[in-house]
């Protein structure tokens, strides 16, 4: 092979190297690009790659030590608001508003278990101007202050006046409490803990 032709297919595989690493960078540059924008993720709203790493909402007492994740909750067969599964989890009813948002948000959980007690176990423990804190999945962060705390028979619960519209931001907080039914696994009360935004949250 004479010299020439050596340093013409040494030029020509430079050449090709080149070319191989141009593309790979505009390849990765345009994936960059599309992943950032939200172009994987169906909806615009996360990429997918990034969808499981959202952090789910959750609720924040501290004068009760409450840290709990927060799910979503439906309406039983016969109208009452389902409860979470999980003795650890708090419940936002999801035909209402969700909190920080104008309405009254309704937020359920268990008072306790048949083993242990459960992450509203305290509630009874609140007075006005105690903190809850939200933390939406949507970004929202709000404060609520206590304004009051109500205990009515379960056969006279307060619909009007806990899920009814008011024009201000508002939370629910409601559990069971009260002497137990005659099997002893039912609570007969409700406590409702009322709370509204604050001003500088």
């Known amino acids: 092979m004479s010299a020439a032709l050596r340093r013409r297919i040494s030029w020509l595989a430079i050449l090709a190297g080149v070319a191989v690493a141009v593309a790979l960078s505009v390849w990765l540059i345009g994936e960059q690009a599309r992943l950032g924008s939200g172009g994987g993720g169906g909806d615009g709203s996360y990429?997918?790659?990034?969808?499981?790493r959202v952090p789910r909402p959750r609720l924040e007492i501290p004068k009760i030590d409450v840290k709990a994740h927060v799910i979503d909750l439906g309406l039983e067969r016969d109208g009452s608001l389902e409860v979470p599964k999980d003795y650890s989890e708090v419940g936002v009813w999801e035909g209402g508003p969700q909190p920080g948002e104008r309405g009254a948000a309704v937020l359920a959980g268990h008072v306790d278990s048949r083993t242990a007690p459960a992450v509203?176990?305290?509630?009874?423990?609140?007075?006005?101007?105690?903190?809850?804190?939200?933390?939406?999945?949507?970004?929202?962060?709000?404060?609520?202050?206590?304004?009051?705390?109500?205990?009515?028979?379960?056969?006279?619960f307060p619909t009007k006046r806990v899920y009814g519209k008011t024009r201000h931001r508002e939370l629910r907080l409601v559990t069971c409490t009260g002497p137990a039914d005659p099997s002893g696994r039912r609570a007969l009360d409700n406590l409702i803990v009322f709370a509204r935004k604050a001003r500088t949250s």
Do not use: I
């Open 47 to 52: 990429p997918a790659r990034a969808r499981g």
């Open 120 to 156: 509203f176990y305290e509630l009874r423990k609140l007075r006005r101007g105690d903190r809850v804190h939200w933390f939406g999945d949507n970004g929202v962060v709000a404060t609520f202050v206590v304004t009051r705390s109500e205990q009515h028979p379960k056969a006279q």
